[in-house]
T-cell receptor, first 117, second 113 residues
């Protein structure tokens, strides 16, 4: 039973390019969460999605960032026109249902380390 | 605005001794707290949680204590083992926005032989 799969593990982009980060949730999980960890900081919530729906995007920067979780395929976090400040580890988590309260059924992937040159 | 704070970036403990990791929060709406453990190049893994209606929760070698009046929680690991060496994150949520966790900055625990 594979866990939450994120790819790529490492992504290098030059300023102004686009970054696409992929997350395949655990089998049977239909809820996906994206978190970002800047250097020397804790993980910060970005967005919560169900299949084909954005439920909570209160942590997403207003510009350049978007997320989707289509009916088929992985969830995608897209960052347009990347800047150096976007360099961070991006973690995806999944759960079988809405976490209320959150508990041990929320599983994190190993993350994508984005480096912007 | 750091709503969850872990003021000790690192902690070193001898094998067999007790490790105590601390966490403070400022948002009185938080009513559910979790501890995650993270190894390098891996995602966080759930360790233990506690609801605000309790003041203690125990799971094997791990115990979490919650002091609501002080807005403080702590994780005790007894006895500490070398495999416990990792970064530990405290996280909190309120049931109104339960899908969103607020994390602290983490404490790196090193268990020495």
């Amino acid at each position: 039973n594979a866990g939450v799969m994120q790819n790529p593990r490492h992504l290098v982009r030059r300023r102004g390019q686009e970054a696409r980060l992929r997350c395949s949730p655990m089998k049977g999980h239909s809820h996906v969460y994206w978190y970002r960890q800047l250097p020397e900081e804790g993980l910060k919530f970005m967005v919560y999605l169900q299949k084909e729906n954005i439920i909570d995007e209160s942590g997403m920067p207003k510009e350049r960032f978007s997320a989707e979780f289509p009916k088929e395929g992985p969830s995608i976090l897209r960052i347009q026109q990347v800047v150096r400040g976007d360099s961070a580890a991006y973690f995806c988590a999944s759960s079988p249902r809405r976490q209320q309260p959150p508990n041990e059924k929320l599983f994190f992937g190993s993350g994508t380390q984005l480096s912007v040159l | 605005d750091q709503q969850v704070k872990q003021n000790s970036p690192s902690l070193s403990v001898q094998e067999g001794r007790i490790s105590i990791l601390n966490c403070d929060y400022t948002n009185s709406m938080f009513d559910y707290f979790l501890w995650y453990k993270k190894y390098p190049a891996e995602g966080p893994t759930f360790l233990i949680s506690i609801s605000s209606i309790k003041d203690k929760n125990e799971d094997g070698r791990f115990t979490v204590f919650l002091n609501k009046s002080a807005k403080h929680l702590s994780l005790h690991i007894v006895p500490s083992q070398p495999g416990d060496s990792a970064v530990y994150f405290c996280a909190a949520s309120d049931t109104g926005t339960a899908s969103k966790l607020t994390f602290g900055t983490g404490t790196r625990l090193q268990v020495t032989l």
